[in-house]
């Protein structure tokens, strides 16, 4: 093993684990993954732990975890990880509130250990280059629609239906973690209106209205009710024609005529991220598009719609 080899462990190993970090991880330079901690899921060949106490305790030496359980229980085992000495990555989102993220900022200061908040869409390929687009052009507005069907790309998981879980949110956050990137100031909610199933603790769909400190129109519908075709997509109107992010930001038009679009390799980028991070013990941990679904909660006009089964 080379000395600079991150070895890492997964904890909670559901859907996002399965289809996303695991392969993110064998195709990263300088990581391995060396063990994983979950109460109902394994992988062969690998130390397995129900845990993550029975991982720092009993597991193989390892450098760092990834959190990618449910983020109600993420806070705790995060600081867990960084009392043993572990750099740790955070799934998004990376809590269920804002505040209970600045002692685990703190705790991995002064141990000198990475704590890295992760965006993936972030790192889908037309997200820079949209980005430098829009920096030297006038926008106009900017509208969001975002919508998906829960039962495909949440099978089975009650937790995102609890307090703390986001609901729609939870893909809602990833449109506000591109805008956030794309956009050349800091947007601010400023009106919200939440749709909560009559049997659920967090919204099914939500409209948002916000704004810079210019007055920009930002406009955003989220859904998780979507059939069919799902849409995640981002559309700017500039002085310069209409720029179109689609596919989670995978592909980049500007008046319909293609700029940029690559396959996905989002997870690849957050893990060489990492790497890079863990290295010099540096963190990472941007807030701003969990302030805005904060901020969406406090403002937001409520309403009861019909129960949600799965």
Known sequence: MSVTEL?????????????????????????????????????????????????????PP???????????????QAAAALAAGKHVMLEKP??????????????AAEAKHTLFATWHSRCAPAVEPAREWLATRRIKSVHIN??????????????????????????GINALSI???ILPRPVFVTAAELAFPANCQAPIAANLTLTDI????????????????????????????QM?????????AVDGKAIAEAPDQEYRELYARFVKLAASGESDVDLAPLRLVADAFLLGKRTIVEPFVD
Do not use: Y
Not at 62 to 76: E, G, K, M
Not at 94 to 107: F, Q, R, S
Not at 214 to 241: C, K, M, N, Y
């Open 7 to 59: 070895r890492i462990a997964i904890v909670g190993f559901g859907k996002i684990a399965r289809d996303q970090h695991v392969g993110a991880i064998a195709a990263t330079p300088g990581a391995r993954l060396a063990a994983v901690a979950s109460r109902n899921a394994s992988l062969p060949d690998l130390p397995h732990f129900a845990t993550i106490e029975d991982l720092l305790e009993k597991g």
């Open 62 to 76: 390892i450098d760092a975890v990834s959190l990618c359980t449910p983020p109600q229980v993420r806070r705790a």
């Open 94 to 107: 990376p809590g269920t509130g804002v505040a209970e993220l600045d002692p685990l900022i703190a705790m």
């Open 146 to 171: 975002w919508k998906e069907d829960v039962r495909v790309w949440h099978p089975g998981q009650a937790w995102i239906w609890e307090p703390g879980g986001l609901g729609v949110f939870d893909p």
């Open 179 to 181: 805008l956030t990137r």
């Open 214 to 241: 210019g007055g920009l129109p930002v406009s955003a519908e989220f859904d998780f009710r979507q059939t069919g075709p799902q849409s995640w997509d981002i559309v700017a109107e500039t002085d310069q024609g």
């Open 244 to 252: 179109t992010l689609s596919g989670g930001g995978r592909r980049m």
